[in-house]
């Protein structure tokens, strides 16, 4: 199976709890998924589904102000050989700097890439092969 991992990048200064919250998926509901007290986290939201794997996300701690985008995607799970590209996706959408950064890995996603996206306030930056 190919490795591909979806990346998102960009500046948030919100507080670590309202960050952290943005994918704080809803373990208090009896029935799970199914109930209609379930909760749909925020990152679930924008990518239209109800759930996803915490095993297959990782995200990075921040940075306090920005920094490059080679120092922020040290920690990238991305093949060393897809920097290029994502620097180029990045200067495409006016990305000179960040502080954040997030992936996720899931052979069936397919996002839908539309204009000014943003996932708590990151922007999409597309899929590529991982590490």
């Not at 199976?1 to 994918?23: A, I, K, P, Q, T």
């Not at 809803?26 to 925020?42: F, K, L, T, W």
């Not at 991305?78 to 200067?91: F, G, H, M, T």
């Not at 992936?103 to 899929?127: F, M, S």
């Amino acid at each position: 199976m190919e490795n591909r991992v979806h990346l998102w990048m960009g500046s948030n200064f919100s507080s670590e709890e309202e960050y952290m919250h943005y994918f704080e998926l809803d373990y208090s509901a009896e029935d799970g998924i199914d109930s209609p007290n379930y909760r749909v986290c925020g990152f679930c939201k924008d990518l239209g589904i109800v759930w996803y794997d915490e095993d297959f996300i990782g995200v990075i701690p921040r940075f306090d102000n920005n920094v490059t985008l080679d120092e922020v995607l040290v920690d990238a799970a991305v093949d060393k050989s897809e920097i290029p590209l994502i620097k180029a996706k990045c200067e495409e959408l006016g990305i000179n700097s960040a502080n954040a950064i997030f992936w996720y890995q899931d052979p069936e996603l397919v996002i839908k890439e539309r204009d000014n996206q943003t996932y708590n306030n990151l922007h999409y930056i597309g899929e590529y092969n991982g590490d």
